[in-house]
């Protein structure tokens, strides 16, 4: 079984595979990073999203050894550095952005993608971008809303620091 070794929310990290274990299984088991969910197996719910070399993919899509050397972020990555929610998991928490919270991983980290590309995104271009994440509780409202709350907050953070 070949060695693998990568970058995971910024600590270097590596781990024995077997060529078929699914970057989704080295983080959950190998790691025991947990927040990254695992819902359908086949790329279709989102639940897995996470960000290899700063692109959101499907860590359900993606074999361990093809992410070894890359820098991988997952929902555990996303809090501040004190252990605190970051800006778009409070945007989720306050906004009612979540209900069972099961695809909640997944959504925050596709939202973490679309405001690195849009920071300013209106609710059609959140809608489009969140199409490949299914969630079965909320019908979306709420998650729109925390999105566009998190792009607010993080715009009034950018113009702060300038």
Partial sequence: MPSIEMNVNGKAVSGTVEGRTLLVEFLRQGLGLTGTHVGCDTGQCGACVVHLDGVAVKACNVFAADAAGGAVTTI????????????????????????????TPGMVMSAAALLADNPDPDEREVR?????????CTG??????????AATELGATRVAAE
């Fill in 128 to 136: 489009e971008y969140l199409e490949g994440n299914i969630c079965r």
């Fill in 76 to 103: 555990e990555g996303m809090a501040n550095a004190d252990g605190s929610l970051g800006v778009i998991q409070a945007a989720f928490q306050t906004h009612h952005g979540l209900q069972c919270g099961f695809c």
């Fill in 140 to 149: 979306y409202h709420n998650i729109v809303k925390s999105i566009q709350a």
